[in-house]
Each structure stands twice: as structure tokens, then as C-alpha cells.
């Protein structure tokens, strides 16, 4: 059977780029008057819904859900090498995990909470939760949930066991980009870290948590160390942060984020937010390549985007949040 290559993957891509919703659909969507209305301008789109369907929260989660995954399931079909899938896909992995230690941990039927998706079945998963070992699942990956047990078992405090699975994601996310040695791949990573290290420091000094706490729940595998991090964040100087860990040192679409840092008017949420923004303008350099695995990774974060943004649009509305605060949330469209 002859292999698949980057340039056929890359003209099925363009085909199925139809399946975006434009942000005139999406203006349309924050205008309507009502349920009735989204429902009929989501018909002939891959997320067409009943007006009545649109009103339960779940029914809306499900179905948002069911067409990101089956995105998965074709990226990972066609993919030369599925590790730049894994890039996007292992966070639902470790999401497991955390979903099977902590039912292990409670006694608790968590298995609502599982979502079938990732570079490693559910199966599988179990197996390694129950008993840190399989032969489906690289010896790291086992070892980390042991340690991350066995911490738990020490402290009695579950909380350990989020911890200890968003921190082995992070060096997981590390091990593929290095393997992958794509330059750009590498950089989302690291962005990825990076950020979620500042995030975590920002949440903790709102709880008036001590250094030594934050420094536990820190990667060691951002940019900065996570003294560093926490330097920059006390004392206000995010500025610092972001010119070492901006992998767009000259983009000056994100001068104005510059700006409020240097203000200190920088939170949690809008550094979230900036993270999406600049890793959705690194991969849009790869809109106009034929080759390599650049698009397909464009494609699964536009994909990833476009199920925040909907997500946020058809909640929001339900709940009758204002069109101007939905709209401030939103993240970029795919091809904007």
C-alpha cells in the first residue's frame, strides 16, 4: 500500500476548509433574534442543530464535541505521522487520565467525564491507570501516573493528581515536538508551557498562594524556570516574560498586547487569549504551503478555534450575555 504523503494530505485539506464557518456566519449567529433563528443558519453546516436542541447546554456540548473528534479520527487516517495529531489530541489523553485516577481515588463512576479521543484508546488508558504498565503506551507515560499515584497516596490529596498529569502532558508535548524537529512545531509547545506557567502564577497570587506552592505546580520545561516566572508576574514586569518566550518578535499586530503589559493590565484570561492569537498567527504562515505538516496542524487548531468560538457564541446567547462581551471573547477565525 503506497504511503501517504504531507502534499496529498494538504489537497484534501483544501476541500474540506468548506466545512469552516466564515465570520459572516458567525456575525449572523451573535445577530440573530433567538433559537429558532441560529438553528436555521446552522443548517448545511456541520454543526445544524434544532432550535430546541440549541437551548440544552449538553445537547449543544455533544454535538460540538462529536464533530471535533471525528476531525481527529480523519487527521490521525491521514497523517504521515501522527505525532503532529498527538500536538493537539494528547491534551484529551491526559484529560483521561486525570478522569481515571480520580475515579480510582473516590470510588466514584466518572466515566461520563471520558472523551474518546487522543492517540491512545480508552482501554488502554485504564490499563495504565490500574495498573502503570502497558505495552500499547510509551514506559514514560506509565511511569509518570506511578509517581503521580504514589504522590497522592503520600499527601491523601487529589488535587496531586491534576497536577501531576497537566505537568507530564507538558513533558510529553516537549518529547513529540523534539522528535517531530520542526521548528515552528516546536515553538507552539513551548508557547503552550510557557503560558500556562504565567496563568498558573497569575491564579495562585489572586488566591495569596506562597511561592513555594506555585513552584509545584510550575513546568520545567517552558522557557523561563519557574522562579523566573514568578519574578515577573510579582513584580508586575510581564513585559520581560513575554519579549524572551514571543516567537513573533515583530509582529505588530501584537504590539497592543505589549502595551498593557507594560501598563500592568495583563490577566489570566487575556494571556490565554494571547497564547490562541499567536499561535493561530504562526500557523496561518502556512496557509499557501503545499508541503509538509504545517497545514494539517493549521487545520486542527482552526478546527479546535472554531468549537471555542461556537461554544461561546451559542451559550452566550442562550444565557443573554451581551453580543459586545461574546464577541471580546472570541478567538480568531479560521483564515482571518
Known sequence: MCERTYSQVNTGISVREASFLSPAQFDALLNSSDAEARANLLQGTAYALEADQLRQVQVVEQALMKHLLAEYDWAYQVAPNPAVVDLFALKYTYHNLKVLLKER?????????????????????????????????????????????????????????????????????????????????????????????????????????????????????GTLSAREVIQCVEQGNLISWFQQVNPLPYDVELSRYEEQMRAGRVSAETVEYLEHVIKHRILEQASFETDGPLPLARYLFGKELEVKNLRLVLTGLDNQLPIDKIKERMRPIYGQ
Open 105 to 221: 481515588a473516590t470510588g466514584r463512576d466518572l466515566n461520563f467525564l471520558l472523551l474518546d479521543a487522543g492517540p491512545y484508546f480508552l482501554a488502554v488508558l485504564e490499563q495504565v491507570a490500574k495498573t502503570f504498565s502497558s505495552e500499547n503506551c510509551p514506559e514514560f507515560m506509565a511511569q509518570e501516573v506511578a509517581a503521580t499515584w504514589q504522590e497522592y497516596v503520600d499527601y491523601q490529596d487529589i488535587r496531586v493528581l491534576e497536577i501531576g498529569m497537566d505537568l507530564a502532558y507538558f513533558d510529553h508535548l516537549k518529547r513529540l515536538a523534539k522528535d517531530l524537529g520542526h521548528p515552528l512545531l516546536e515553538s507552539l509547545v513551548t508557547l503552550t508551557i510557557d503560558c500556562y506557567n504565567v496563568i498558573t502564577v497569575e491564579r495562585a497570587l489572586s488566591l495569596k498562594k506562597p511561592g513555594s506552592f506555585m513552584k509545584q505546580l510550575l513546568s520545567d520545561a
